[in-house]
């Protein structure tokens, strides 16, 4: 008969559990509440989740529909809810620290006095500090001496339940839950042992709660680093560029194959299972044998979404907010494989790569490029025509202003104009990239050409709107039209003139129009003329741009007939109307 290797045992155990874990990961909540139920070995199913995966059941459940649940969580669950819960910023939230402590008082009262008492001291002594006022009664002192409110279980130590704050700062709601639980928990902590609760309400009353609270946010923060949450200060690191020629230099990562040290560990899956399988992270995910290496970089992508909630500031209460992080976190890597790989990108090199290189290196190789992308447009519009002129930025109209929107804020954004179902997203592609580099291009070319032309503008309130687009058509209109000079401004049209203009721009009288050859290149001359760039310099540089002014004439006027020009919908000039400006136009 074969001996039992207890470490086999340990290790086939610990797998089985693992198994059953990501199971229940894809059931309903109340499903995956029901087979941990009636699981045989439920206590250990439990024990056996991660923290943040256990945090994200038990929200997903419904806290206080989890209570069995609660009951069974170890004390490294429980202090993993109330890090996360009992903490607005670095304040401790007493009224999240007490809806928590009474759901865990109701899961399992005498666990969770043991465990104060215990493990949890310094917190305690601050919430008494903070929910309650404590008397000692002298021997000859009466008890209605005291005030009202106070209540005792040995007649010698009195307490009262404190209101938070300022009256009116609790909810009845809140006010009942505090009271509820504090009577309750004061009790059983008295019955537990008195002489320590004794001790417990002393302490209490002589608490530095400044010190103390400090005490209990820095620790806080260091079970939270464990797991990649980082204080935020520390955690925005991860937007730090990093150029591909430079992550060669910050050294290479070492992952141990399948061994009982990394297979018992209790491994974050609630990200790695929101994964979009079609990524390219995924993917190369996918194509990794070995199940130690597996888990390895599944608890170093939950640690790098982690890390990035924590550099968002985003709470994360429920499946659907992690998933936004971890589709970013994804995507991102995408991004950074691509510029590794030059865009020759399979699953199988991909794999070599996130096996060989920090996830967050990668991530920060993807996210360097959105930086290279910011830092353009910051410097660009620093010394840019439109700035110096005293322009705002939707003078780009709707297209680039998106798009320049996106890139100026902290933390960039990709600007789709709702081509997937929104106006902005992050950058996912190098595709991505690459679009948004040429159409800054196309920006920074354009107000090139503006600079070079001498275009003086009146202040902005003379103008109900002015946009790159107007600007030049009217600059190009004025001078078919000769129309006389005017210190370099746009001479806004009159009606009348603008309708004559309408009749000549067309080669045929049949809509839909297309505008004539010979349009299109006086326009090219004049701006020729005006900038001081020779015709094909100008084409080589905007010429798609010119080309889609040119474009959009036709759609917004192009089957309109002359007679029915209206000066309030006509966007692409600047125009007057009977000696009064319109919505296009300048104020008369």
Not at 176 to 200: C, I, M, T, W
Not at 409 to 426: C, M, Q, S, W
Not at 483 to 497: D, L, R, S, V
Request: aromatic fraction near 10%; proline fraction near 4%; glycine fraction near 6%.
């Amino acid at each position: 008969m074969n001996p039992i290797d207890p470490e086999k045992t340990a290790m086939a155990r610990a797998e089985d559990l693992r198994v059953k874990r990501q199971e229940l990961m894809r059931l309903s909540p109340q499903k995956a509440l029901d087979q941990i139920l009636e699981s045989p070995q439920a206590v250990a199913l439990v024990h056996s989740f991660a923290e943040e995966d256990f945090y994200l059941l038990v929200n997903d459940i419904g806290p206080d529909d989890s209570l069995p649940l609660l009951g069974m969580a170890s004390n490294r669950q429980w202090n993993y809810i109330l890090d996360i819960e009992s903490w607005s910023k670095d304040r401790l939230d007493i009224k999240a620290l007490t809806a928590w402590m009474n759901r865990l008082l109701t899961a399992d009262s005498r666990r969770l006095i043991r465990w104060c008492f215990e493990e949890n001291m310094e917190t305690v002594r601050l919430y008494l500090f903070r929910t309650i006022d404590i008397h000692i009664r002298e021997y000859d002192q009466a008890p209605s001496d005291l005030g009202d409110g106070f209540f005792s279980d040995d007649d010698t130590y009195y307490v009262r339940i404190r209101e938070e704050g300022d009256p009116g700062d609790e909810t009845g709601r809140e006010k009942a839950l505090k009271y509820k639980f504090l009577s309750e928990f004061l009790g059983r902590l008295s019955v537990y042992d008195h002489v320590r609760y004794q001790n417990l309400l002393m302490e209490s009353a002589a608490v530095l709660p400044a010190e103390s609270e400090e005490e209990l946010f820095r620790l806080r923060n260091v079970h939270l680093a464990e797991k990649g949450f980082l204080p935020s200060h520390e955690a925005v690191g991860i937007y730090q560029g990093l150029k591909v020629t430079e992550l060669h230099r910050q050294g290479i990562k070492h992952l141990r194959k399948s061994t009982s040290s990394i297979t018992m560990l209790p491994v974050p899956l609630s990200s790695a299972n929101l994964l979009n399988d079609e990524s390219l992270f995924a993917r190369s995910l996918a194509q990794i044998q070995d199940a130690g290496v597996i888990m390895e970089l599944q608890a170093e992508f939950a640690g790098l979404s982690n890390q990035v909630i924590s550099a968002d500031g985003v709470r994360i209460h429920d499946r659907q907010v992690l998933q936004a992080v971890v589709k970013k976190v994804s995507d991102y890597l995408d991004l950074g494989l691509e510029l590794i790989l030059e865009g020759k990108t399979t699953p199988e090199s991909s794999a070599t790569l996130i096996e060989k290189y920090p996830l967050i290196n990668i991530f920060r190789v993807g996210y360097g490029a959105v930086l290279e992308l910011k830092w353009r447009a910051q410097k660009w519009q620093k010394d840019s025509w439109f700035t110096r002129t005293g322009l705002p930025l939707s003078f780009w109209g709707e297209k680039w202003l998106g798009l320049l929107g996106g890139l100026l804020i902290d933390k960039p954004k990709y600007f789709t104009n709702h081509a997937d179902g929104v106006l902005y997203r992050e950058f996912e592609s190098h595709a991505d990239i690459l679009h948004t580099r040429d159409n800054l291009t196309e920006i920074i070319r354009a107000d090139n050409l503006l600079s070079l032309m001498d275009i003086r503008i009146k202040s902005m309130t003379v103008y109900r709107y002015l946009s790159f687009h107007n600007l030049i058509l009217t600059l190009w209109a004025n001078d078919f039209l000769a129309m006389p000079p005017q210190a370099e401004e746009p001479i806004p049209i009159p009606m009348g003139t603008f309708k004559k203009l309408h009749e000549r721009l067309w080669k045929g009288g049949i809509p839909p129009r297309k505008i004539r050859d010979d349009i299109k290149a006086h326009f090219l001359d004049v701006l020729s003329r005006r900038s001081g760039l020779k015709n094909y310099e100008i084409t080589e540089q905007l010429g798609a741009v010119l080309e889609g002014l040119f474009t959009d004439i036709e759609m917004e006027l192009g089957e309109v007939p002359g007679k029915g020009l209206d000066p309030r919908f006509i966007q692409l000039f600047l125009i007057r109307n009977s000696g009064k400006t319109t919505s296009t136009d300048e104020k008369s």
